[in-house]
C-alpha cells in the first residue's frame, strides 16, 4: 500500500477491521419469536444485522461487538444474549 | 539568470497597490474568495468585494467570514471539493490562522494567500514587519515576498501554477509588506486577463470530496504513518524549488515580465558585501548599491524571493565568493537576538566549504522606516569586518538608546 | 434503509455516535457531503488508511466546523454542483457549543445551505469525560466531579437550540436517538430546506455517562420521558411541533439512577434536595413545551 499525499482513504475500508474479537457475548436469533420489524437492524451500532432474503435477519459476526442493543430493545424478546465460546 | 523586464509603457496604469493584488486575484479566475477584514489588508478585500458586486468575476463565491480562522477553514472545504481559492490577512489575523496553516497544508490543498506584512502585537502596531509570515514559516506554506508593486500582482498568477501543481500542492502565500506596497499608487501593468488564460490551466485536482467517488479526507495517523506525511510534506517543498523556478521562467516568456526565481542578484558578479534581504526594502538597498558602486564600492544584493522553501543551493552559489554576507531582517527569533533571514543563511553555509562570515541587522519593525543612511552604515560596518572579523554577529540597528 | 457508515469503525460496543452519524446519513441519502470536526466520531472511524464512511467526508481541525461546512457549499456552488449534495455537518457538543459556537454562529448568520447535527453526549468523550457547556447540572465529569463539597456540574445545559434560532435559521429541531424515525425524518426536512438548518441529537454514551452497552437508546428514550430532553421543532422561529409525553411522564429519578455519572446524588447527603432541583427543570420544560 503507497500513502496518498495528504492522507486520503478510500470509502468504507474499516470493513478490514473485524472487531468481533471485542465481544463476550453474541446475540443469537429466536427465529419463531421474530415479527421482522428490523428495529434490530435499524439500531444496530456496527451496521451488523443484515437482511436475509426471507424478511428475518442475522447477524455479522465478524463486526457485531456484542453491545446488546438489539436484545434489548427487541420488542418480541426474539434475541438472546449468550456468552460467547472461545 | 537575471533577465531584463521588459514593462510594456503603453500598458501602465497608475493603481493602488492593492487594487493591482485584487485584480490580479480577478484575473487567475478564482472559485471562493473567503476573508475577513485586518488593516492593512482591506483594501485587497475591498476591491475584491467591488469585482463582485459588480459581476466582475464569473463562477466565485465571495465568503464574508466572521474571523480569520473561519477565512481559512473555509477555504480547506471549498478546495477539498476543488476549488480555486483566495484569501488574504496580515499580522493578528495570520496569527488566528495558525492551526489552520498546518491543517491546509497537511492536507495538501492548494491555495493562494496574499500576507500584507505587518508587526504583531503587543504593543499593538499595524505597520510594516514581516515577523507575522515569518513566523508561520514551520507551517507547511510556500513563502514568496515581493519587492514592488508589479511583482506582487504578478507573483499572484505564478502563485497559483506553483501551488497547484501535482507535484506541489502545498499553499502559497504571497507576501507584500503593508502600507509600503499596499497603499501606495505605482504605475504598473495590470495582470493581463488573455496572458493569464494561456499562463495559468484550469484547477483540476485528481481527488476531491465527491458523492460519485466518496474519499475520506483528513484521517488520523497514528505513529505508523504520520512520519511518511510529514516526509511527503518536505518532498513536495523540494519540488517547488525547481517549480517556483520553472514558472518564473515560464512567466517571463508569455509576459516578459521577470523579478528573479527563488532569488534574484543585483551586481553580485564581482561582489565582497552582498547584502541578503526581502520586500519592498529591496529598491532602498539597490540605491544605495548604485550610490556606492559609483565610488567602485564591491556591494552587491541577492533577494530571497523564496522563503520557504529556502533557496540554499541558489544562495550558496551566489554568495560563494563574497567577503562578507549581510542580513536584513524585519523580524526577530527572541532568545536567539537574530532575525530568521541571518539564522537560516548560517545554517545553510555550515558544514559546507563556504567560509564567508554573515552578520545580521534586526530593523525596520512596527513599521520603522528603514533609511539610506542606515543601509550605508550597515556596508561600513560590513567593510570593517572584512577587515578585522566579526565583533556582533547580530544586532538592531537604529534602536533609540535615549528612550531605554 | 441502507447504512452509510462501515463496520469495523472503532467506536466502543454500544456506541451512541455511530448510532446518530447512521441515522443522519439515513436522512441526507447518499448524495451528501460529511464535515466532521474533531471528537470520538471522527477518530473512531477513520483510523488511517481506513475510513467507516461511505459518503465523502472530511476532518479539518475542532473549532471549524461551521466554516468548512461553508467553504464546501460555497465551493460546490461555485462549481455548478450544488444542486443535490447535501452539506452535513456531524459536531459532538463541545465542537458545536463550545469551540466551534463562532464558527457556526457565522455559517448560519451568512445562510449557507447546510444541515449541521450535533450529536450532544454532555461531554468531551474523546479525551475522557471531561466537562462541556452542554454538560447538565449535577453530572459527575471528570473536570466537574462530584466530591465531598460538590454535586458535580454546577450548571444547566446551554440552550443551543434557541441560539441557533436566534440567528433567523429556518428549521431548528431536537431530536434524540432513541426516536430514530423522528431523527431521520427531521434530518430528510432538514435537508430539504434551503438554508441552514440545525438539529440537536441527545445521544447517551454507555462509556461516559455509565451505563451498561444495552441502554443506549433505553436512556436516550428516558431522557425524553422524563421531560429532560424535550423534542420540537422550530421553523423560522417559532416552535411548530412537540412531541408530547402526556400521562407517561416518569419522574427524573429513574433517568439519573440509570447512569454512574448521577450516582453520587444517591448517596449523598443532600442528595436529594439536588435531584429534586433536576426535576424543577424537567417540570419547567414540560410546562414550556406543553409535553
Known sequence: ?86 | MPRENKLDKEKMVVVEGSYAVAHAVKTCRPNVISAYPITPQTHIVEDLSQFMADGEIPNCEYINVESEFSALSALVGSAAVGARCYSATTAQGLALMHEVLFNMSGMRLPTVMTIVNRALSAPINIWNDQQDSISQRDTGWIQLYAEDIQEISDMTAQAYKISEDKDVLMPAMTCMDGFILSHVYEPVVLLEQDLTDKFLPKYEPEYTLDPKDPLSYGAFADPNYYTEFRYLQEQAMQNALKKIEDVANEFYDIYGRYYGGLIDEYRTEDADIIIMAMGSVIGTVKDVIDKLRNRNVKVGLLKVRAFRPFPADAIRNVVRDAKVIVTLDKNITLGLNEGALCTETKSILYNTDINVPVIGYMLGHGGRDIKVDTIERIIDEAHEVIRNGIKTESQFIDLREEIL | MKSLLAPGHRGCAGCCDAIAAKFALMGTGEDCIVINPTGCLEVMTTPYPETAWDVPWIHSLFENAGAVASGIEAGLKALGKKDKTKVLVLAGDGGTLDIGIRSISGAFERGHSIIYVCIDNEAYMNTGVQRSGATPYNASTTTSPAGKVSFGNPRPKKNMPEIMAAHGSPYVATTSIGFPKDMINKVKKASEIEGPSYIHAHSPCTTGWGFDTSKTIEVAKMAVQTGLWPLYEMENGEITKVKKIGKNVKPVDEYLKMQRRFKHLFTMEGGAEEIAKIQAIADKNIEDFGL
Open chain 1, 1 to 86: 500500500m503507497k500513502i496518498l499525499p495528504g492522507g486520503i482513504c478510500q470509502a468504507g475500508t474499516t470493513r478490514v477491521n473485524k472487531t468481533g474479537g471485542w465481544r463476550n457475548f453474541k446475540p443469537v436469533y429466536n427465529y419463531d419469536l421474530c415479527i421482522k420489524c428490523k428495529l434490530c437492524e435499524l439500531l444496530c451500532p456496527d451496521s451488523s444485522v443484515i437482511p436475509r432474503e426471507d424478511g428475518f435477519f442475522e447477524f455479522d459476526y465478524d463486526f457485531c461487538k456484542g453491545c446488546g442493543i438489539c436484545e434489548n430493545e427487541c420488542p418480541k424478546k426474539a434475541i438472546d444474549m449468550v456468552l460467547e465460546e472461545k
